[in-house]
Nanobody, 124 residues
Framework: QVQLVESGGGLVQPGGSLRLSCTAS????????IGWFRQAPGKEREGVSC????????YYADSLKGRFTISRDNAKSTVYLQMNNLKPEDTAVYYC?????????????????WGQGTQVTVSS
């Protein structure tokens, strides 16, 4: 069955970096778009980034452009989210998801399969 597992979260100081990984099984990762989302306490889940199946398109939330980079290694069935210059407001649970579509979609409802999430805490 389709499964996504996130890893790489943790506690980091402001200005630090983390690389999150999303490892897929049960489907061919390279054929589909993968999105990253996050949910902070008391807030709605929001889109962070997305990469299309052929890597031709990547999307980022406006507030994150220049700090976050999404990439994929299809041979490892893994999508990465490199996060630099982290800020306290980046603290959240980060999720990866797929709707088994080739192109990225903005709406959360388009993503049927979700990982369990990984906690990112930015604090001094």
């Amino acid at each position: 069955q389709v499964q996504l597992v996130e890893s790489g979260g943790g506690l980091v100081q402001p200005g630090g970096s983390l690389r999150l990984s999303c490892t897929a099984s049960g489907f061919t990762l390279g054929n589909y778009a993968i999105g990253w989302f996050r949910q902070a306490p008391g807030k709605e889940r929001e889109g962070v980034s997305c990469i299309s199946s052929d890597d031709s398109s990547t999307y980022y939330a406006d507030s994150l452009k220049g700090r976050f980079t999404i990439s994929r290694d299809n041979a490892k069935s893994t999508v990465y989210l490199q996060m630099n210059n982290l800020k306290p407001e980046d603290t959240a649970v980060y999720y990866c998801a797929t709707g088994l579509r080739r192109l990225c979609r903005e709406e959360l409802a388009a993503y049927a399969y979700w990982g369990q999430g990984t906690q990112v805490t930015v604090s001094s």
